[in-house]
């Protein structure tokens, strides 16, 4: 719905124009609540919106985690710190807020530090239709203090590969790397967290 200046108020004058244009009539009346509770309550519907992205964000690397745990990283299972995904997805908003086209220009590519080094899990353009601003690198950390469990043991060398491993345990810590695509004279920011 596109605001005119001919749409003083949500009275029934309003809303009978509107429906003589063919809109419907509890679609109007909604989108017109929405949009008077947007005015009185700005900052309200700003951290509404910011914390539906972060939760999606959260989401985004759960799933992301999910199908990595049998293609790329041979378990069967990975365990995440409690709050984990949440935190990482705050801190890309963070970094996300400063840039021209916000997080719709972030192109994410997801690794995990392993002992032999970084494997890469995915990428991911949040936006694919946007073109890339900027780029972060995600490293998800394992928890060196995790013993493999008796059950690892018993089942390497039996009906799976040696590689495989039953659980994964990630660490709570992590590390954000930035790089700006459009300028030169910008530097790369890494972040640990």
């Known amino acids: ?13 309003c809303v009978s124009e509107l429906v003589d244009r063919r809109y419907d009539e509890a ?3 909604k989108e ?3 949009w008077d509770h947007c005015l009185t309550e700005p900052q ?17 690397f ?14 069967s299972t990975v365990l995440v710190p409690e709050k984990l995904t949440r935190r990482i997805a705050r801190e890309v ?7 021209p086209c916000g997080l719709r220009g972030c192109v994410l590519y997801v690794h995990l530090e392993l ?5 890469q899990l995915e990428r991911i353009a949040y936006d694919a239709t946007v073109v890339p601003t900027f780029e972060l690198t995600l490293v998800f950390k394992q928890d060196g203090t995790a013993w493999p469990s008796l059950r690892d043991f018993l089942f390497m060398g039996s009906c799976f590969a040696p590689t495989f491993r039953h659980a994964l345990k ?10 700006k695509l459009y300028s030169s004279s910008a530097g790369t920011v890494v972040e640990e967290c």
């Open 62 to 75: 759960e799933s992301c985690l999910s199908r990595a745990k049998k293609t790329t990283l041979h378990c």
């Open 44 to 60: 309200r519907t700003a951290d509404a919106i910011e914390d539906r992205t972060c939760h999606q964000l959260a989401k985004m």
């Open 170 to 179: 990630l660490s709570p810590g992590f590390r954000l790397v930035k790089k």
């Open 27 to 29: 679609s109007i009346e």
């Open 1 to 13: 719905m596109v605001a005119t200046s001919t749409l003083k108020s949500k009275g029934s004058d």
């Open 32 to 34: 017109l609540d929405y």
């Open 93 to 99: 908003l963070r970094l996300a807020s400063c840039e």
């Open 115 to 119: 002992d032999k080094g970084c494997k």
